[in-house]
Nanobody
């Protein structure tokens, strides 16, 4: 059974940092990309970042480039999203998902973790 579990969300002031973790199981990590998405109330789900199964391909949304860093520890079956210089507009539920390619469709999703950035 494929499972993805996010952790690390919380409340932080603008300019602060958080590191999200996505622990996954039930599939071979080398064959699956992991993506981070976010969804704010009243807004569409947005792809934030993704990393390929090999870890060699990485993508970021323009809105987070230079502030967020994605990384993968295949030995721990975990993908991290380091978020620095957080802004109030980063407030959302952050979800991780598994798919075959970084910018393709994602089949399996976690439950999400709330990130709230106060001004």
């Amino acid at each position: 059974e494929v499972q993805l579990v996010e952790s690390g969300g919380g409340l932080v002031q603008a300019g602060g940092s958080l590191r999200l973790s996505c622990a996954y199981s039930g599939f071979t990590s080398d064959n699956h990309a992991i993506g981070w998405f976010r969804q704010a109330p009243g807004k569409e789900r947005e792809r934030v970042s993704c990393i390929s199964g090999s870890g060699r391909s990485i993508w970021y949304a323009d809105s987070v480039k230079g502030r967020f860093t994605i990384s993968r520890d295949s030995a721990k079956n975990t993908v991290y999203l380091q978020m620095n210089n957080l802004k109030p507009e980063d407030t959302a539920v952050y979800l991780c998902a598994a798919g075959r390619t970084c910018l393709g469709a994602y089949k399996n999703w976690g439950q999400g973790t709330q990130v709230t950035v106060s001004s």
